[in-house]
């Protein structure tokens, strides 16, 4: 073999070596685009947050920490702890669990507790100190059909298909393409030119440089749905203007390529969303949490100069921490000094409003203050906080309402402490504590309106309803919209229709009531309308056509027009589809039972009308041909 040809494949080896080294590396510091058609190109991220141990283990437990997350956001405690805590057994050196973990820990003073889990070895960076990674390159699509949760729910085409940027889906009414975007904010309307309500569809990717834990942050104009790598991870129909993170996300990301699909829905007010990943977590220095500890501990033994030097030196290195804000607050409470005092929790109480210590610390001042109304709502508020388990919550709150002679109050910390032992399984010292209550709720009506959630928790919807009623009975028109809520009265009128069908005075009293508080709220009138099928112009009935008047929806009328349809009140579904029709609803179903009402009424003319109308209508062309078979072979006055 020659030298020459030794060479050439001396240099061809080298060449495919550095080849495959570059394209190996490409990953770790480009943006890489798709292999597959037509798709853009991804941010490349350094997971931080980390974890050990193999990829499905930490699948297993994302879906476990996202619910967590959502119920710890909800002011739940005791539930997300026990997940934090399993979390943290398995992989004490994740710092997810050691985040959460440590804030339930020191939300319930459990100080020494928070400083083991997080730990003394940490690099931590404060919240404005982190640096999200921003999804730039995206494809979207839009606008398909709107039809409120059902088309957020359906599993369309966009979302089962493997995405390809050639292809096309009919939208509403036109043809629908995949356009280039650039994120983190996506903006339908002003990159596709459209305008109304719709389903829209984003696509994206990012390389990771190793496996970990990501956290996306996600903002929306109403609904969305997130898809990590095909598996959909998040899901929340809401109806809000768009903000950043606004949902807060867990996720375990392959190294390398992975993929990001959103599906959004709009009703119209805002089409867009935003989505960023932070692979880093905000959490306490071991300094912080030292000093916090070290003016606590100060409180408990009544050295408060020495307690307040220590917190505010936590507050100096860490501002707005709840927990320093609380312990400034107490040992300002101690010292006598109470508007500071007042400052200082309001603060806490704005940033964690379920704090159990601070609500506490809060009602003290109130008290100290001579405002008991204020002082009880707060001693309730944290007995609740505490998921019915703070004793000092409790003891406080009552002791206080006995002092001041408030019979109200006491009977709802006794509806409370039933709860307690209701959750604990205690029946019962549940039932001791529910008949003492009784005493003093069954006068007003905030205590009879408490009674009827407190056996609807329970399961008891038909002393839920009967509760309800009497509390209702209490109210004088001038007093429903400064005490009865629209989601009261729905899961009354819930409790009714399950329990008390025919109780007509009841069902007339709570329209009267919808009137004045929210005669708008659809879910509720829905609910009225099955309570029983209205019969003739009767009282019920034209309060209810009132309210449809205010909330011309297509359900709505669909509802009400069947239930007179079922009644045999033809005439009556006849006149009301057609001021539905009119009002601007367009609705096949409406004109469809339209003409079968006039049939009924024998306006074969007008019903004739509609039938042809409706041959024009995909959905409805054989009913309608039907319809009209069986209106010719109708003996009409005059004909031959």
């Known amino acids: 073999m020659s030298f020459r040809s030794n060479c050439l494949k001396l240099l061809n080896g080298l060449s495919l070596f550095i080849l495959v080294q570059v394209s190996w590396a490409l990953p770790a510091f ?21 974890g050990t141990g193999k990829e499905s283990k930490y699948l297993e437990w994302a879906p476990k920490i996202n619910a967590a997350v959502s119920e710890f956001k909800r002011g739940r405690r005791s539930a997300p702890g026990k997940v934090f805590a399993e979390f943290w057994r398995t992989d004490k050196k994740n710092p997810i669990p050691r985040k959460f973990l440590s804030e339930i820990l020191i939300g319930q003073g459990k100080l020494e507790q928070a400083r083991m889990v997080l730990g003394s070895t940490l690099r931590l960076k404060r919240a404005e100190e982190l640096e999200p990674v921003p999804l730039t390159d995206w494809h979207i699509l839009a606008p398909l059909k709107y039809e409120g949760k059902k088309s957020f729910d359906a599993e369309l085409k966009p979302e089962k298909e ?48 190793k496996a970990g834990w990501v956290r996306f942050g996600i903002g929306s104009g109403d609904g969305i749905k997130l898809w990590l790598n095909d598996e959909l991870i998040h899901s929340n129909f809401a109806r809000r203007d768009i903000g950043e993170d606004q949902d807060e996300v867990y996720a375990w990301v392959r190294r390398g390529r992975n993929t990001v699909r959103v599906k959004e829905s709009s009703t119209g007010d805002e089409f867009r969303f935003y989505i960023q990943i932070y692979d880093e977590l905000d959490l306490p220095s071991s300094k912080f949490l030292d000093r916090t500890l070290a003016g606590y501990k100060a409180l408990d033994r009544a050295r408060y100069d020495d307690a307040l030097e220590s917190f505010m030196a936590a507050e100096a290195e860490r501002p707005g921490v709840p927990e320093v804000a609380v312990g400034i607050a107490e040992t300002m409470l101690r010292q006598e000094n109470l508007v500071a005092a007042r400052s200082w929790v309001n603060r806490a109480l704005l940033e964690r409003a379920n704090s159990v210590r601070g609500l506490q610390v809060y009602g003290e001042v109130m008290l100290r ?20 388990s703070d004793e000092k919550a409790f003891q406080v709150w009552t002791e206080s309402a006995v002092k001041a002679r408030w019979d109200l109050q006491r009977g709802l910390a006794l509806l409370d402490r039933s709860r307690g032992f209701r959750k604990a399984k205690k029946k019962t010292e549940a039932a001791g504590s529910l008949e003492e209550a009784r005493a003093f709720l069954e006068q007003t009506f905030v205590g009879l309106a408490d009674l009827s959630v407190y056996h609807r928790e329970g399961g008891d919807r038909k002393q839920a309803a009967s509760y309800g009623v009497r509390a209702i009975q209490k109210l004088s028109p001038r007093q429903v919209a400064l005490n009865c809520s629209a989601e009261w009265l729905l899961n009354l009128v819930k409790d009714l229709r399950q329990t008390q069908p025919d109780d007509q005075a009841a069902r007339e009293r709570i329209l009267r009531l919808v009137q004045q508080v929210d005669p708008t709220r659809s879910d509720l009138i829905r609910e009225l309308l099955a309570v029983k099928p209205p019969a003739g112009r009767s009282a019920i009935s034209k309060k209810i056509e009132a309210l449809l008047k205010k909330r011309p929806e297509s359900a709505l ?17 006849a006149e009301i589809c057609a001021e539905g029709l009119a009002s601007g609803i367009v609705s096949r179903t409406l004109r469809y039972r339209q003409a079968n009402a006039l049939v009924k009424v024998k306006s074969y003319e007008e019903a004739e009308t509609l039938y042809k109308g409706l041959l024009e209508e995909k959905d409805y062309v054989k009913r309608a041909a039907e319809a009209l078979k069986k209106l010719a072979r109708i003996p009409r006055p005059g004909a031959e």
């Open 369 to 388: 203050l001579r405002q008991p109304l204020k002082a009880f709502d707060a001693f309730r508020a944290a007995y609740r906080s505490s998921e019915y």
């Open 162 to 209: 493997k995405f390809n940027s050639a292809a096309k889906y009919t939208g509403d009414g036109r043809v629908c393409r995949w356009k280039k975007a650039k994120g983190p904010r996506v903006d339908f309307r002003e990159v596709l030119e459209i305008e109304g309500a719709g389903i829209g569809y984003g696509y994206c990717q990012f390389v990771a440089r």
């Open 30 to 50: 480009a943006q890489v685009p798709t292999r597959q058609l037509g798709a853009p190109s991804g941010s490349t991220i350094n997971p931080k947050i980390g």
């Open 557 to 573: 009328y669909k509802e009400y027009t069947s239930r007179l349809y079922s009644a045999g009140d033809y005439q009556r579904c």
